[in-house]
């Protein structure tokens, strides 16, 4: 391929398939490929190899920022700011704070996970070499696709076609940046 080149794509009939093919994929030792489908396929992750998301520790490390907060902010406003004694409560009185340290938790939380899963899917892509493509349109249809980047270690123009069509690909297209 030549400068500027994406990868390669091609096409399979059915989830099956494109399944078969992921597998073969990372069996053969590629790392930078994709796959694209117009609903869930089951299992697609593993057999692209894929590790678990960090989304989840985001989420509890944003928590868990949020629960300091509430509890800093408050401790300090209440304790060292402006001290008052209500109701003969000590300063730093935990029952009167854990409403506020439950809502600032679930919000920081929240936020971490939507912005954490922006930031791990690279969103927002307005635009992507694929979109070149007219097959690529199928895939919100009825298209099961799997993309070979070109900078995967192990790539090679003629032995990705190759691996294509030994695994059964309706339509093989190189894609250009």
């Known amino acids: 391929m030549s400068a500027g080149a994406f990868g390669i794509l091609a096409r399979f009939d059915t989830p099956s398939d494109l399944l078969n093919a992921a597998n073969a994929a990372r069996d053969a030792g590629y ?7 117009p609903f869930p396929v089951h299992s697609i992750d593993r057999a692209m190899g894929l590790r ?8 509890l490390a944003m928590g868990a920022l949020g629960l300091f907060a509430a509890t800093a902010l408050q401790g300090w406003a209440m304790g060292v700011a402006y001290p008052m004694i209500t109701g003969g409560k000590p300063l730093f009185s935990l029952p009167a704070f854990v409403p506020i340290m439950f809502e600032l938790t679930v919000l920081f939380a929240a936020f971490g ?23 690529f349109a199928r895939v919100t249809r009825d298209g099961f696709f799997l993309a070979i980047e070109s ?23 190189e894609i250009y940046e």
């Open 31 to 37: 790392r930078r490929f994709d796959t694209f489908t």
């Open 151 to 173: 900078a995967d270690p192990k790539f090679d123009a003629a032995g990705v076609r190759d691996f294509f069509r030994l695994h059964g690909a309706k339509n093989i297209e």
């Open 52 to 59: 678990d998301t960090r989304l989840p520790w985001i989420a």
């Open 113 to 135: 996970a939507v912005f954490g899963m922006l930031w791990l899917n690279r969103l927002p892509a307005l635009y992507h070499p694929l979109f070149k493509s007219k097959e």
